[in-house]
């Protein structure tokens, strides 16, 4: 049988053991110096209510889940969603490998420049189901939308929302060590790619090996068979008294091909079984209405380029405040003296200051107008976002559990006291040492902001050369987007791992070979910046 909630298991299993770090490990913070409290423990109290901390702070992310599950559950009943997926599949299945690299370079570009990795979501289940419809397993689904969006927040270079602190704690510009950023992105990917690939080859070569020894028993009873003519026809000859018991070694033969048969073509429909129950369960059915495809694709480009536009940090990134002044014109323009574009909108941030409380009244608005355009009934469309909302929830939780794993580690500050003993190991600014801290700050706090929050300004009062704090600065961010491909605190692995039902001892077995090779390609860039 199955094991269900892997994922939800395994967020536990940390939060426990966050929850035992509080008790072993000293509290310290840093205010200018280092300050240690001494042990600060977490009671059982405090298990069950910083949850509720958690959504306070955080509940958006887990409401936002639960609005893409209910407008999946939508698209699910428009007949033009499944036949877009079915002729996209179609077109690209004899380029599969080409269309996933550059569906994968799409995305960390994305990431890198808007630091869109939970916006990004929402056309999560939409390439999903594409992928596996071309004929590709869920490992190469996750490998596409995990690891390329992760890369991209390893290799973030205009994702001003990602990397601010990092810019203000460090006294740095967006724009210092741009060149590396880029050359982390591209060499990324091409790891990325390179061992998506040699997955996909080598899943090809398992199958065929499959359906060749599924084969197998079917040619050996064809032999068989031959043999028994053989010996049938020399029976023919021999005396009266032989024929009854050839008769019996006959039937026996035609029984034991049966059986052989009827196994053999068992295997074969195993093999085809556990391939369709993959792509049935992730994808919609097909509708009985033929509907028009264009507007559903206009209305998804249109969403798409919102998206992009609004997360753009216009302001912060490139100093342009084009948007601000567009919203600000709108919002104040009046009518016989009404405002009324600004009493319509009421309260509405420019592009480049969105969040996902405003891309979640995008998608609800979206889902209504999609009802109206495909004639969708109003209880229908309900009942469907209702059902497509229950997927969620499991992925919903993880949110809030990931969150209140954060929420331990700041009410209970013990990492500090990790980062200080691992930066006196040596002296000055280390590689090896930074990129331990780095990784461990990444898997306590499941936020880039409180990642870099949690150590830099200590770092920083450890190291007085701008050069070095620069490469501090690529150290941290990059290797927070590599071990967000594997960490349990990881809200993009975690709840994509849920929506497809894989293990995540699964996922480590298909992403530990990736994993050092971006480690150790990241660990000789670093030194070539400590070198230069």
């Not at 996909?200 to 068989?224: D, F, G, R, W």
């Not at 809030?400 to 200080?420: A, D, E, M, S, W």
């Not at 007085?464 to 990881?490: C, E, F, R």
Request: net charge positive.
């Amino acid at each position: 049988m199955k094991k269900k909630h892997t994922t939800v298991k395994v967020v536990l299993v940390t939060l426990l053991v966050f929850v035992l770090l509080t008790w072993i490990l000293p509290a310290a913070y840093f205010q200018g110096s280092y300050i240690e409290q001494g042990r600060v423990q977490m009671g059982i109290f405090d298990l069950f209510s910083y949850p509720t901390t958690a959504i306070s702070y955080f509940g958006h992310i887990a409401l936002f889940i639960l609005v893409v599950g209910g407008f999946y559950g939508v698209l699910s009943k428009i007949s033009a969603y499944r036949l877009l997926l079915d002729k996209l599949a179609e077109s690209f299945k004899k380029h599969g490998k080409l269309t996933i690299s550059i569906i994968m370079i799409l995305l960390a570009v994305i990431t890198s420049i808007c630091g869109l990795q939970i916006g990004l979501i929402i056309f999560f289940p939409l390439l999903i189901a594409l992928i596996l419809l071309m004929g590709y397993d869920k490992i190469v689904a996750a490998l596409t939308v995990v690891g390329s969006t992760m890369i991209g927040v390893a290799g973030s270079t205009f994702a001003y929302s990602n990397t601010n602190v990092i810019m203000s704690t460090l006294s740095l510009k967006i724009t210092s060590n741009m060149l590396v950023k880029v050359i982390i992105l591209v060499l990324g990917l091409a790891l990325l790619i390179f061992n998506t690939i040699r997955y996909i080859n080598k899943q090809a070569k398992l199958m065929k090996v499959e359906v060749k020894a599924s084969k197998t028993p079917k040619a050996a009873a064809s032999k068989s068979t031959k043999k028994v003519e053989t010996k049938k026809t020399a029976s023919t000859k021999t005396a009266a008294s032989k024929t009854k018991t050839t008769a019996k070694s006959t039937k026996t033969t035609k029984s034991t091909k049966t059986k052989k048969t009827t196994v053999a073509a068992a295997k074969v429909d195993e093999v085809k079984m556990i391939s369709n129950s993959k792509v049935d369960a992730l994808i919609p059915s097909k509708g009985t209405k033929k509907q028009k495809i264009w507007p559903l694709v206009v209305i998804l480009f249109i969403v798409f380029i919102i998206m992009i536009l609004s997360f753009i940090s216009w302001t912060g990134a490139f100093n342009n405040k084009v948007f601000e002044d567009i919203t600000t014109n709108v919002t104040g323009f009046k009518i016989f003296n009404f405002a009324l574009f600004g009493k319509l909108l009421g309260t509405v941030n420019p592009f480049g200051n969105w969040s996902l409380v405003e891309l979640i009244t995008v998608i609800m608005l979206t889902t209504m107008l999609l009802m109206i355009i495909y004639k969708v009934k109003f209880n229908e469309g309900l009942e469907a976002f209702v059902e497509g909302a229950k997927k969620a929830i499991e992925p919903a939780v993880l949110v809030i559990l990931i969150y209140t794993c954060l929420v331990v580690v700041t009410y209970h500050p013990f990492q500090l006291v990790i980062y200080k003993f691992l930066f006196g190991l040596t002296k000055g600014f280390n590689v090896v040492t930074s990129t331990i801290a780095a990784i461990l700050a990444s898997v306590f706090n499941a936020d880039p902001l409180y990642t870099f929050q949690s150590v830099l300004p200590y770092l920083a009062s450890l190291v007085s050369k701008k050069a070095t704090l620069a490469i501090a600065g690529v150290v941290y961010q990059s290797m927070y987007g590599v071990t967000m491909l594997i960490a349990p605190t990881s809200v993009v692995l975690m709840t994509v791992l849920s929506y497809l039902g894989v293990s995540y001892k699964e996922w480590f077995k298909n992403i530990w070979k990736l994993l050092l090779e971006l480690l150790i390609v990241m660990l000789i860039i670093f030194t070539i910046l400590v070198l230069v």
